[in-house]
């Protein structure tokens, strides 16, 4: 069996979880519902996938070097809800005890953790990403495979080669990046060209190939107003494309091994009595007793 390894958007799974179930809190008051929700959906894909390394990346900041590139990007989303933010920091200690790889790093998103990190597996080891970001779709390839939870938490829809070329017919993975250059994204704040809308872009796209090709060729495409569009609009597009594509150098260590799926330590068990997930250490539990060789736990 190949070796597996499982990138979690953390940012993503920690709001989708937010938004999706019913506040939880301690009886001190501490709010913990996400975190709980993303438990249960880690514990799901651990079960299920059997990955041999794990690690789950997170924002740290809207400002990355794309707001130096476009102050405006991502700059229409509301501030996250505090009820979530503070649960963040519980997220990555909770994990970081549990033997899990989760962090952040400075001036980049966890979408180019996970990008730079699927680049690093090379072609041998089975990569499973796991978002709610379609961003990462131009990261499939032959051994990558995007979990994309379309709805909730549970809601997945498995995208390789063949499931991409159902809903984006004519275009490679990729191409995400030239598709966004052209009609933007208003999730990200990507302006793309005024008035390309996706039907336009997909067209353009499949007799053109790249955003770079429909605007060396803008002067041929049929339609006065389109055409105008696409000559008045070169660098912003470029801007666009540039803005939608995943970093694959990220700082971040690129050595699979350090990656590996430890044992929990005594202080996961300490952290999840104190969050009050209490069936959450015999229910993980399964999964790491192969990996558990600290001396002294109580299994």
């Known amino acids: 069996m190949a070796e597996k390894l499982l990138l979690i958007d953390g940012s993503s799974l920690i709001h989708r979880a937010f938004f999706a179930l019913p506040p939880l809190t301690t009886k001190k008051g501490v709010n913990t519902g996400a975190v709980y929700g993303f438990c249960n959906m880690l514990l799901k894909l651990l079960q299920d996938e059997k990955p041999q390394y794990v690690a789950i990346a997170f ?146 796209l499949v007799e053109y190939h790249s955003i770079e090709n429909v605007l060396a060729n803008a002067d041929k495409v049929s339609g006065k107003s389109l055409k105008e569009k696409l000559l008045n609009n070169k660098e912003q597009a470029m801007l666009s494309k540039d803005l939608a594509t995943i970093c694959l150098e990220a700082p971040v260590d690129k050595n699979l091994s350090n990656y590996t799926l430890q044992g929990m330590t005594a202080e996961a068990k300490s952290l999840m009595e104190e969050l009050q997930f209490r069936t959450f250490w015999d229910r993980f539990l399964p999964v790491w007793v192969p990996r558990m060789a600290q001396p002294g736990m109580n299994l």
Do not use: C, H, W
């Open 59 to 204: 924002d740290k900041s809207r400002k990355t070097f794309r707001t130096r590139k476009y102050a405006e990007y991502k700059a229409q989303r509301k501030p996250t809800p505090s009820e979530l933010s503070e649960q963040f920091p519980l997220a990555l200690k909770l994990f970081t005890a549990m033997g899990i790889k989760a962090f952040e790093v400075d001036d980049y998103e966890a979408d180019d953790i996970i990008g730079t990190l699927s680049v690093a597996a090379g072609n041998d080891v089975e990569v499973r990403i796991v978002t709610g970001d379609k961003d990462e779709f131009q990261l499939i390839k032959d051994n990558v495979k995007v979990y994309y939870t379309k709805r909730g938490i549970t809601d997945i829809v498995v995208y390789d080669d063949k499931e991409f070329a159902k809903n984006y017919e004519g275009l490679s993975p990729k191409q995400i990046i030239d598709l966004k250059g052209l009609m933007g994204d208003a999730s990200d704040n990507i302006p793309g060209v005024p008035g390309v809308g996706p039907k336009t872009a997909l067209k353009l």
